[in-house]
């Protein structure tokens, strides 16, 4: 499974990006999806979760109220609704894929977002 983010980019603080996550060729009803992040000089974050029926989602405590993950109608895209953004938000944003059959994770090549102050 190749996962393609796209939507990262520069903004000031409080402003707002949407980040979406899909893979040609694929759906995702059997797979659990997720955000995670990375700043420069830190390990990788869990950012926000959705799960395969789109009933449920996970966030961290920072981005609560802020970040919104979702599961597109056509099952072939996830989106990261990002708002009131801050400086501490900055990193590069890593899309995941589970494979809830044989518990295998995919990753995507990450998107850069950067918030300015």
């Known amino acids: 499974v190749h996962l393609v983010e796209s939507g990262g980019g520069s903004v000031q603080a409080g402003g707002s990006l949407r980040l979406s996550c899909s893979a040609p060729g694929y759906t995702f009803n059997d797979y659990a999806m997720a955000w995670f992040r990375q700043a420069p000089g830190k390990d990788r974050e869990f950012v926000a979760a959705?799960?395969?029926?789109?009933?449920?989602?996970f966030y961290v405590d920072s981005v609560k109220g802020r970040f919104t993950i979702s599961r597109q109608e056509d099952k072939n895209t996830i989106r990261l609704q990002m708002n009131n953004l801050k400086p501490n938000d900055t990193a590069v944003y890593y899309c995941?894929?589970?494979?809830?059959?044989?518990?295998?994770?995919?990753w995507g090549q990450g998107t850069q977002v950067t918030v300015s102050s």
């Open positions: 959705i799960s395969f029926d789109g009933s449920s989602t």
């Open positions: 995941r894929a589970t494979d809830l059959h044989v518990r295998r994770d995919y």
